[in-house]
């Protein structure tokens, strides 16, 4: 099993452009996290997904979509990215609620 | 809302037990966790605790939950330079228990 894989490790996006950080995960797992990481910061949830085809907000989820169309793949779109969305993002699954959370290694984005 | 809060800093010379404290406001919350993150790498669960428990040994670690003042504090005995990572405290909460995360405590373990 590969775990949680997410990629690209590394972006640098312009303002106003967009992308896509995939993450897709081999555990079969129901519960699927989205989080960023400021420095100095613990983790803050973005979205996440109790399901296929079922998505909701986090703490912090303005600027940001998923879509949960399998099991596998939690997609997170920046769709006008901006200096604010520098950050470190991690993706995370679970095979249900109150369990471990199994993290990816991140996405270091930058945004210039 | 819910909030976990950690010391940010932490050094400790090599042998020496760390204790890594942390406080958590969501008292439904079901199991407390303990991660760590190596530079460059995601986060690791090192130790959990269940809400009914006071305390958890594992090997080095020791996890000690006081419910009634919401304190849960991470020791690691025997410190080695290895140890030295950001340590965050976790609690489970919201419609999903997603986790809800401290700012981290950076140990340092100097020689």
């Known amino acids: 099993n590969a775990g949680v894989t997410q990629t690209p490790k590394f972006r640098i996006l312009k303002i106003g452009q967009s992308m896509t950080l995939q993450c897709t995960q081999d555990?079969?797992?129901?519960?699927m996290y989205w989080y960023r990481q400021d420095p100095g910061m613990g983790l803050k949830l973005i979205y996440y997904?109790?399901?296929?085809?079922?998505?909701d907000k986090g703490e912090v989820p303005n600027g940001y979509n998923v879509s949960r169309s399998t099991t596998e793949d939690f997609p997170l779109r920046l769709e006008l990215a901006a200096p604010s969305q520098t950050s470190v993002y991690f993706c995370?699954?679970?095979?249900?609620?109150?369990?471990?959370?199994?993290f990816g290694q991140g996405t270091r984005l930058t945004v210039v | 809302g819910e909030d976990v809060e950690q010391s940010l800093f932490l050094s400790v010379r090599e042998g020496d037990s760390s204790v890594i404290n942390c406080t958590y406001t969501?008292?439904?919350?079901?199991?407390l966790y303990w991660y760590k993150q190596e530079p460059g790498a995601g986060l690791q669960l090192l130790t959990y605790?269940?809400?009914?428990?006071d305390m958890k040994q594992d090997q080095r670690l020791t996890v000690l939950l006081n419910k009634k003042d919401k304190h849960l504090s991470l020791r690691i005995a025997d410190t080695q330079t290895g140890d030295s990572a950001i340590y965050f405290c976790?609690?489970?909460?919201?419609?999903?228990?997603?986790?809800?995360f401290g700012s981290g405590t950076q140990l340092t373990v100097l020689p």
């Open positions: 995370a699954g679970a095979p249900t609620e109150n369990t471990e959370a199994f």
């Open positions: 555990m079969n797992h129901n519960y």
């Open positions: 997904s109790v399901g296929a085809g079922i998505t």
């Open positions: 969501d008292s439904s919350s079901t199991y």
């Open positions: 605790i269940f809400s009914n428990m």
């Open positions: 976790a609690e489970t909460s919201g419609s999903a228990r997603q986790l809800t």
